[in-house]
């Protein structure tokens, strides 16, 4: 079955951290630009962070930088967020979401409506509070 499965979520206090992976099952990522989404309660789903297909480039969203860092392992066929300095605000279902189509990775993280991603996962729950 081809998808892609999200982990590592969960509950952290304040100021914690977490590592999210996204694992893709059935294909490799290798073409893929992948990105990590997220949607809290009542909001609409809104970018995090998308790195390009090698890994040579990375775009986050000014609520996420330099607190998150984005990384793959192509060779896994996994993506990671590692999420630093947590706070209440970060709390959300995250999403991984993998695109073919050439774009840059402030088109797919910013402009993600605007593209039929490939594959969605299912997300992972992250709750920050005390």
């Known amino acids: 079955q081809l998808q892609l499965v999200e982990s590592g979520g969960g509950l952290v206090q304040p100021g914690g951290s977490l590592r999210l992976s996204c694992a893709a099952s059935g294909f490799t990522v290798d073409y893929y630009t992948i990105g990590w989404f997220r949607q809290a309660p009542g909001k609409e789903r809104e970018g995090v962070s998308c790195?390009?297909?090698?890994?040579?480039?990375?775009y986050y969203e000014d609520y996420v930088k330099g607190r998150f860092t984005i990384s793959r392992d192509n060779a896994k066929s996994t993506v990671f967020l590692q999420m630093n300095s947590l706070k209440p605000g970060d709390t959300a279902v995250y999403y991984c979401?993998?695109?073919?189509?050439?774009?840059?990775?402030?088109?797919?993280?910013?402009?993600?409506?605007?593209?039929?991603?490939?594959?969605w996962g299912k997300g992972t729950l992250v709750t920050v509070s005390s």
């Open positions: 979401a993998a695109l073919r189509a050439g774009t840059t990775v402030q088109n797919m993280c910013g402009r993600f409506r605007s593209y039929v991603m490939n594959y």
């Open positions: 790195i390009s297909s090698r890994g040579g480039s990375t």
